[in-house]
T-cell receptor, first 116, second 116 residues
Framework: KQEVTQIPAALSVPEGENLVLNCSFT??????LQWFRQDPGKGLTSLLL?????REQTSGRLNASLDKSSGRSTLYIAASQPGDSATYLC???????????????FGQGTILTVHP | GAGVSQTPSNKVTEKGKYVELRCDPI?????LYWYRQSLGQGPEFLIY????????DSGLPNDRFFAVRPEGSVSTLKIQRTERGDSAVYLC??????????????FGPGTRLTVL
């Protein structure tokens, strides 16, 4: 059974810092990995999707890397801003014979606070 | 283009009552997913539809939970004889036909269910 762990559970940083959020998974047979952002009382916003054959994806100040063999992904946020404050979740989609299995397994999330 | 929509946004009911939660996916998305998120946790998979049929309902906790998608678009999650432990945020997501888009899932805002 796939298990996804996110470290740290919570992180508080001053504005402007670069930071790294970690995600690890126990079964390397994944189809893709997605990073999401969740604001309090809201749904999930997709940030980045990394296919299992890729090593990294970038969007603006965000960069996500994937090391499938070691079961790890990191989300790098450059020059953090107070508006980045949210819960960040990673989720993996199992590989079913070369296609998506269809259901995501989530970590518990990292609560990020960026203070001015 | 509209995103995934869910109604109602909040539902308060009494123990033992029946509730229905509705999800309207992104137009053209054939896959639809239901997840449940308890406070401080990541979402947990409930059921996945590919078209009109349930491709995987292994996450439904018991037979009080049932979901339908009769025309391959809107889905309804039905909970009978609600219990206080059913209180959570119910999230719906949709994605394009798998194999064509690496199955990136897009989430709705969720329905917060409170069972008194």
């Amino acid at each position: 059974k796939q298990e996804v762990t996110q470290i740290p559970a919570a992180l508080s940083v001053p504005e402007g810092e670069n930071l790294v959020l970690n995600c690890s998974f126990t079964d390397s047979a994944i189809y893709n990995l997605q990073w999401f952002r969740q604001d309090p009382g809201k749904g999930l916003t997709s940030l980045l999707l990394i296919q299992s054959s890729q090593r990294e994806q970038t969007s603006g100040r965000l960069n996500a890397s994937l090391d499938k063999s070691s079961g790890r992904s990191t989300l790098y946020i450059a020059a953090s801003q107070p508006g980045d404050s949210a819960t960040y979740l990673c989720a993996v989609d199992r590989n079913a014979g070369g296609t998506s299995y269809g259901k995501l397994t989530f970590g518990q999330g990292t609560i990020l606070t960026v203070h001015p | 283009g509209a995103g995934v929509s869910q109604t109602p946004s909040n539902k308060v009911t009494e123990k033992g009552k029946y509730v229905e939660l509705r999800c309207d996916p992104i137009s053209g998305h054939t896959a639809l997913y239901w997840y449940r998120q308890s406070l401080g946790q990541g979402p947990e998979f409930l059921i996945y539809f590919q078209g009109t049929g349930a491709a995987d309902d292994s996450g439904l906790p018991n037979d009080r939970f049932f979901a339908v998608r009769p025309e391959g678009s809107v889905s309804t999650l039905k909970i009978q004889r609600t219990e206080r432990g059913d209180s959570a945020v119910y999230l719906c997501a949709s994605s394009r036909l798998r194999g064509l888009s690496y199955n990136e899932q897009f989430f709705g805002p969720g329905t917060r269910l409170t069972v008194l």
